[in-house]
């Protein structure tokens, strides 16, 4: 983080009009519906106000500003708990890996030489106790046998160092206000489980494109004329900010575990559709990565996984139980993707140039 204040200074020191200050914004400045600026403190408690033809808000997952800005319906599907693995070797070093448990995933990344990072998904708004000894009890007796080998010994040993940490995951579609003078960006606008680690991929992607429309401006006192630009933005990231949300939330629920037959091999089938290699794994790894930021090639693989696993269910001989499975499954893929897409907007993910907001212009100065 160093790092990055001293990068960010040397830059402003080419802009001699520009300004950094670091402090806790506490509120938005209104007047008559347009935001003038921010409230904020300073590290030694002063309360200051500082004006802006343009905020930009971003303060994460928490934000206490977003309220005014857009329309939060935030959920929470599940809980992380973390541990820190050392001195261990993850089965394919370099990867990140996906343990497809019971009752949902695991995941292991390296973040040193030495340490690994380990995510427990724990469905549900709660997890046992960490105070009183239920947390590893949980870890050691329910998640620790499916765990790889390979990190078995170094997982229980990071259980009875301590450390454990929990965080819920929080989801929340992009539901904006436009609001003149304001612009919302980041987990303040717009969650998706963190399973496949796409938060940063789609707060990237949404920085070049705020980057992009804001080049050709040399005014940005109009805030009226400024917000409905703007406005464009919450349409032109939509390709990759809902291919990757609703593949996120898709994944989740594919991978955790159901007592439907039907779910569980729908699960197995994407699994080894991964594990065939070409185009069926490099699909999927495309659209992960935002490279791949077109929706239909989505619901395409989606429902490719759940023909393919409906052709093993069939063939070579199906029988009345296989096939009603297949029909389940069917069924039980489209239960999972299509309220994603409902949630996202169908017309904003697969048809944008229909919105009117996508062919705006800069306003004239």
């Not at 206490?64 to 939060?72: A, G």
């Not at 935030?74 to 996906?98: A, D, Q, R, T, W």
């Amino acid at each position: 983080m160093a790092v990055l204040f001293r990068k960010c200074e040397r830059k402003l020191q080419l802009f001699p009009m520009s300004k950094m200050e670091q402090g806790t914004v506490t509120s938005l400045v209104e007047e008559n519906g347009t935001i003038k600026g921010v409230q904020y403190k300073t590290r030694i408690g002063q309360e200051l106000t500082a004006h802006a033809p343009l905020t930009i808000v971003c303060d994460g997952c928490f934000s206490n500003l977003r309220r005014s800005l857009c329309n939060p319906k935030v959920e929470i599907p599940s809980c992380f708990v973390g541990l820190v693995l050392e001195n261990c070797k993850l089965p394919y070093p370099n990867h990140g890996h996906v343990v497809v448990a019971d009752p949902s995933p695991i995941l292991f990344y390296p973040i040193s030489g030495t340490e690994i990072r380990c995510l427990v998904d724990v469905p549900g708004q709660k997890v046992p106790s960490v105070s009183n000894g239920e947390m590893s009890h949980y870890l050691k007796n329910t998640v620790a046998p499916q765990i790889p080998p390979e990190l078995h010994d170094a997982f229980i040993s990071a259980i009875d160092k301590g450390g454990i940490r929990t965080m819920a995951n929080r989801s929340m579609p992009a539901s904006p206000h436009p609001t003149p003078g304001a612009l919302l960006m980041g987990d303040a606008f717009n969650m998706r489980h963190p399973l496949t680690g796409g938060g940063m991929t789609v707060a990237l992607s949404d920085i070049v494109l705020v980057r992009d429309l804001l080049r050709p401006l040399n005014n940005l006192n109009d805030a009226s004329s400024l917000c409905d630009y703007l406005e464009s933005f919450y349409t032109l990231r939509k390709p990759v900010a809902s291919t990757i949300n609703t593949l996120a939330g898709a994944l989740y629920k594919v991978f955790s575990a159901s007592p439907d037959p039907a779910r569980n091999e729908m699960r197995q089938a994407c699994f080894d559709y991964l594990s065939l290699g070409g185009v069926f794994s490099n699909g999927p790894i495309a659209l992960l990565s935002g490279l791949n930021p077109r929706p239909v090639s989505l619901v395409l693989h989606f429902f490719a996984v759940a023909i393919y696993g409906v052709s093993r269910l069939i063939l070579p001989l199906p029988s009345p139980k296989r096939l009603w499975t297949s029909a389940r499954l069917i069924s039980g893929a489209s239960g999972i993707i299509f309220p994603i897409i409902k949630g996202e907007g169908v017309r904003q993910m697969f048809f944008p140039v229909m919105v009117p907001a996508y062919h705006r212009s800069p306003p004239v100065a």
